[in-house]
């Protein structure tokens, strides 16, 4: 086994436990230390804030408009999608948009290399990966990241830079690509660079879990840090009565922050391999086998379920898990004997889906788009009146 595939089963084992889907005597013990461990991790984040707030450690200004999206959550909230939202609009009004990314689970140099780089500095003088220029896609998802990939393919004229130094990653898009907009993806944590607006997006579903911090819950931060967002955007919001105690709730910890309840809407099916749009319609009665490697793939399954689909099989695995040619035959071959039809993945899998030989049964991925419940104004008119006033 390989140290990957060990990192993705102990993960696994902690979700399982954290979301009640595993419980044994033998968990009760593990969920005691995950809770000691929750308490040292809180005590490192305040202690991490109060070096900024003391300026020991300093924000970085880079002298254009920084946005910044993110969660107090780990995965689960969609944030993929308001990104590619937002830096589309902003293209469509004239801005030179660069996205920064960590480029989580990206492929990295070496252990012993990393630790050389490190000590000697030689890591300040290499520069981003650049996923994108604007005009061409440059890297595979291995090399990028998934999230960096698909931004990079749905938004092209962005360019998309992956650096765990953002504001070196944000001087480089400035300097070498003429930058006058960067965006933060995943950028709620990342204290080194100021944004000019920090946009919080909340899982209106399961927005804080169960309030503690990683690793007994899944927040990464403080209830409380909800202060530093200007905007709170609830995703995957349905408009249910459960919203107004939600909004409340964040309101009594950010009385200043907008709220806007925002949706997950899906569109419509895109054929892995011929790239051929489908409509939705076509799920309606069909024997679906569905396949997931996200944070929360009850949510998936389940707009499969509401578009008409009846789901035959379906298999989960850790987020960002990278398919093996070999697991996908096998899932190929069980959705086969469970009688389906069609196999659906998620936008964010299909970017780490082998492409096998084998046309025995259709694989597509669901298009999913981001929509305002607020009244009548749209995503883009939300982002010019953020972003331009």
Same mark, same amino acid.
């Given at each position: 086994?390989?140290?990957?595939?060990?990192?993705?089963?102990?993960?696994?084992?902690?979700?399982?436990?954290?979301?009640?889907?595993?419980?044994?005597?033998?968990?009760?013990?593990?969920?005691?230390?995950?809770?000691?461990?929750?308490?040292?991790?809180?005590?490192?984040?305040?202690?991490?804030?109060?070096?900024?707030?003391?300026?020991?450690?300093?924000?970085?200004?880079?002298?254009?408009?920084?946005?910044?999206?993110?969660?107090?959550?780990?995965?689960?909230?969609?944030?993929?999608?308001?990104?590619?939202?937002?830096?589309?609009?902003?293209?469509?009004?004239?801005?030179?948009?660069?996205?920064?990314?960590?480029?989580?689970?990206?492929?990295?140099?070496?252990?012993?290399?990393?630790?050389?780089?490190?000590?000697?500095?030689?890591?300040?003088?290499?520069?981003?990966?650049?996923?994108?220029?604007?005009?061409?896609?440059?890297?595979?998802?291995?090399?990028?990241?998934?999230?960096?990939?698909?931004?990079?393919?749905?938004?092209?004229?962005?360019?998309?830079?992956?650096?765990?130094?953002?504001?070196?990653?944000?001087?480089?898009?400035?300097?070498?690509?003429?930058?006058?907009?960067?965006?933060?993806?995943?950028?709620?944590?990342?204290?080194?660079?100021?944004?000019?607006?920090?946009?919080?997006?909340?899982?209106?579903?399961? =927005?804080?879990?169960?309030?503690?911090? @990683? +690793?007994?819950?899944? !927040? %990464?931060?403080? $209830?409380?840090? #909800?202060?530093?967002?200007?905007?709170?955007?609830?995703?995957?919001?349905?408009?249910?009565?459960?919203?107004?105690?939600?909004?409340?709730?964040?309101?009594?910890?950010?009385?200043?922050?907008?709220?806007?309840?925002?949706?997950?809407?899906?569109?419509?099916?895109?054929?892995?391999?011929?790239?051929?749009?489908?409509?939705?319609?076509?799920?309606?009665?069909?024997?679906?086998?569905?396949?997931?490697?996200?944070?929360?793939?009850?949510?998936?399954?389940?707009?499969?379920?509401?578009?008409?689909?009846?789901?035959?099989?379906?298999?989960?695995?850790?987020?960002?898990?990278?398919?093996?040619?070999?697991?996908?035959?096998?899932?190929?071959?069980?959705?086969?004997?469970?009688?389906?039809?069609?196999?659906?993945?998620?936008?964010?899998?299909?970017?780490?889906? =082998?492409?096998?030989?084998?046309?025995? @049964? +259709?694989?597509?991925? !669901? %298009?999913?788009? $981001?929509?305002? #419940?607020?009244?009548?104004?749209?995503?883009?008119?939300?982002?010019?009146?953020?972003?331009?006033?």
């Amino acid at each position: 086994m390989s140290l990957r595939e060990f990192a993705e089963k102990a993960e696994q084992y902690v979700v399982e436990l954290l979301t009640g889907r595993r419980r044994t005597r033998g968990d009760r013990a593990a969920l005691a230390a995950l809770f000691l461990l929750s308490r040292l991790y809180r005590a490192a984040v305040q202690l991490r804030w109060q070096a900024f707030d003391q300026r020991l450690l300093r924000q970085r200004m880079l002298g254009c408009l920084v946005v910044s999206i993110g969660n107090l959550t780990v995965g689960g909230t969609g944030k993929t999608p308001v990104v590619e939202v937002f830096a589309r609009a902003l293209l469509e009004r004239g801005r030179r948009v660069a996205i920064l990314s960590r480029g989580y689970r990206s492929k990295s140099k070496p252990l012993l290399e990393k630790l050389r780089d490190r000590l000697t500095r030689a890591d300040h003088d290499v520069p981003p990966k650049v996923v994108s220029d604007g005009r061409r896609l440059l890297l595979d998802s291995a090399t990028a990241g998934d999230e960096p990939y698909m931004l990079a393919s749905n938004v092209k004229q962005a360019i998309v830079l992956v650096d765990k130094d953002r504001v070196k990653s944000g001087r480089y898009a400035i300097r070498r690509f003429g930058a006058d907009t960067l965006i933060l993806d995943d950028g709620f944590q990342y204290l080194r660079l100021r944004p000019h607006i920090n946009i919080l997006l909340v899982d209106s579903t399961n =927005p804080f879990h169960n309030h503690h911090l @990683l +690793p007994r819950g899944l !927040l %990464r931060e403080p $209830i409380r840090q #909800l202060r530093r967002a200007n905007y709170v955007f609830l995703t995957k919001s349905n408009g249910g009565r459960h919203l107004r105690h939600l909004k409340a709730f964040i309101a009594k910890h950010n009385p200043r922050a907008e709220i806007i309840e925002c949706t997950h809407r899906p569109q419509y099916l895109v054929d892995l391999y011929s790239h051929e749009h489908r409509p939705l319609e076509a799920l309606r009665g069909r024997r679906i086998a569905a396949i997931s490697g996200i944070a929360v793939p009850e949510g998936f399954e389940e707009f499969l379920r509401k578009l008409g689909g009846n789901l035959v099989h379906c298999e989960r695995f850790a987020d960002h898990h990278r398919f093996r040619p070999q697991e996908i035959i096998d899932f190929h071959n069980a959705a086969v004997a469970a009688g389906a039809e069609l196999i659906l993945t998620t936008e964010k899998d299909a970017v780490r889906f =082998p492409h096998l030989d084998r046309r025995d @049964l +259709p694989v597509c991925y !669901l %298009r999913v788009q $981001i929509d305002i #419940l607020k009244g009548h104004e749209s995503f883009q008119d939300c982002i010019a009146r953020i972003c331009f006033g």
